[in-house]
C-alpha cells in the first residue's frame, strides 16, 4: 500500500454519526488524516423521521457547526394521542424537521471543510492487519475506524457485534393538513408495542408522516407489509397518507440494556457509533441525537491517535453519556408496551407541564424516569385520582 491509502481515521458511512466522527476528531486535531467512505452520493434521502431535537444543535455547537438548522421553522407543540385519549402542550425547548437530504448534506459538508477526503465507495470488508492496523476492502489502511454505517452495518458482524431489537418504519412525505400545522404529532397503536404513527410538519407546507411498529424475532411473526404499514398510519392519523410521495420502509437498531453490546473491538481500533452500535430510542425510534452524541465522542477518542486509549475513552465516554438513560429508556419501552401505561402516561401529562416535560426529555434527549413522572403515572393508574388537575383535560 502506498502512503495516500494509510489514514489515521477511517469513518465508515458519512451520515450523521459519520459525519460528526469526522467533525469531532478534526476538532480536537486539525491535522489529522480522515478518511469518509459512503455508498452514496450527498444529497442523498434517507428514511427517517427527520425531528431534530435541540440536543443534536446543542451537541454540533460544540465543535463549531451552528447553522444545521437554518432555514427551517421551529416546531414549538407536540400532541400525543392514544384513542380518544390525548394531550397537546409546548415543549421546553422547539424540535426541527429537516429533510435527511438536508441535514445530511449540511453535515458532511462541514466535514470536508474541517479537512475530512470523502470518497464515494460501498465497504465490503474490513480485517485487522498483524501490524496492527484495520484494512478495509484490502486498499485502505486506518490506524483506527470506525463504523458508523447505520442498522446494516457492515463493521459491526465484522467485529462481533450482535444486533439486538428491531422495529420497522415506514416514512413519506404528504401536504400537511391545518390541524396539525405547527405540531408533531405522535398517535400510539394497538398492534405490537411500542408502535405509533407521526406526523411531524416541517414548516414548508409538508410534514414528515409514518407508521413504525417492533419486529419480534424471537417469534414466528411475519413482518409487517408495506400495505399494512400504510394502513395503520391511516388508521391512526386519518388522512395522513393522502397526497403523500416517498414512501420508503427502514429497520431501526433499537438500544436495550447497556453492557450487552461493545462499543469497540480489536484493542480499540474499531469503534461502534449511531445506529451501527444499535443505537435507537426503543420507545420512540429516535437515533439522530445519539448518532451525533457518539460520532463526535467517536472522533474524539480517535483524535489521540492511541487504539487501546481510543478504545477505554471511548467505552467510558459513552457509558457516562448513555448508560443509565439507556437503562430507562429500556423500562420506559417495556412499559409502554401496555395500553394503560399510555394512557396514565397521557393523563399525568395533561395534568404537569412538568410530568410532560419529563416525558419528552426520555424520548429525545438523556432523561430519566423522574420520581416526578413515575408519581404521575401511579396516580393516573389508580382509579378515580383525587389530585386536582393543573388545568381542564384536553381530549382529541
Not at 160 to 168: C, H, M
Not at 336 to 352: E, F, L, M, Q, T
Not at 374 to 395: F, H, K
Request: hydrophobic share 40%; proline share 7%; glycine share 12%.
Amino acid at each position: 500500500m502506498s502512503a495516500p491509502d494509510t489514514w489515521d481515521l477511517v469513518v465508515v458511512g458519512a451520515g450523521p454519526a459519520g459525519a460528526a466522527t469526522a467533525l469531532g476528531a478534526l476538532h480536537a486535531a486539525p491535522g489529522l488524516r480522515v478518511l469518509l467512505l459512503d455508498r452514496a452520493d450527498f444529497p442523498r434521502d434517507k428514511p427517517c423521521g427527520d425531528g431534530i431535537a435541540p440536543h443534536v444543535l446543542d451537541a454540533l455547537a460544540e465543535v463549531g457547526v451552528r447553522d444545521v438548522a437554518d432555514g427551517w421553522a421551529p416546531v414549538a407543540r407536540l400532541h400525543i394521542t392514544r384513542g380518544t385519549d390525548g394531550v397537546q402542550r409546548p415543549m421546553v425547548r422547539p424540535t426541527r424537521v429537516i429533510p435527511r437530504r438536508v441535514f445530511d448534506a449540511r453535515l458532511v459538508e462541514h466535514a470536508v471543510a474541517a479537512g475530512a477526503e470523502l470518497r464515494r465507495h460501498r465497504v465490503r470488508a474490513v480485517a485487522p492487519e498483524d501490524g496492527g492496523d484495520v484494512v478495509v476492502d484490502g486498499t485502505v489502511r486506518a490506524r483506527i475506524l470506525v463504523g458508523a454505517d447505520g442498522p446494516r452495518s457492515v463493521v459491526r458482524p465484522a467485529v462481533g457485534s450482535p444486533a439486538g431489537r428491531r422495529a420497522l418504519a415506514i416514512r413519506g412525505y404528504a401536504p400537511t393538513p391545518a390541524g396539525r400545522a405547527g405540531l408533531q404529532v405522535i398517535a400510539y397503536g394497538d398492534r405490537r408495542q411500542p408502535s405509533y404513527a407521526w406526523s411531524f410538519d416541517r414548516g414548508d407546507g409538508l410534514a414528515n408522516v409514518g407508521y413504525g411498529e417492533l419486529i419480534d424475532a424471537g417469534t414466528a411473526q411475519q413482518a409487517p407489509s408495506r400495505a399494512l404499514l400504510l394502513a395503520e398510519l391511516e388508521r391512526l392519523l386519518p388522512g395522513a397518507t393522502d397526497g403523500g410521495a416517498d414512501w420508503a420502509a427502514h429497520h431501526l437498531p433499537l438500544s436495550g440494556w447497556p453492557g450487552r453490546r461493545s462499543p469497540t473491538a480489536w484493542g480499540g481500533r474499531v469503534l461502534l457509533a449511531g445506529d451501527a452500535a444499535g443505537l435507537v430510542n426503543p420507545m420512540t425510534g429516535e437515533g439522530i441525537y445519539y448518532a451525533v452524541a457518539t460520532g463526535l465522542l467517536a472522533g474524539r477518542a480517535a483524535a489521540t491517535g492511541d487504539p487501546a486509549r481510543a478504545g477505554r475513552d471511548y467505552r467510558a465516554a459513552t457509558r457516562d453519556l448513555l448508560a443509565a438513560h439507556q437503562r430507562h429508556t429500556t423500562a420506559a419501552s417495556r412499559l409502554s408496551a401496555s395500553p394503560r401505561v399510555v394512557s396514565a402516561g397521557i393523563a399525568a401529562s395533561r395534568r404537569s407541564q412538568r410530568v410532560f416535560d419529563d416525558l419528552v426529555e426520555i424520548g429525545l434527549g438523556r432523561g430519566r424516569i423522574t420520581p416526578r413522572l413515575g408519581a404521575g403515572l401511579l396516580t393516573s393508574l389508580v382509579p378515580r385520582s383525587r389530585t386536582t388537575p393543573e388545568e381542564t383535560p384536553w381530549r382529541s
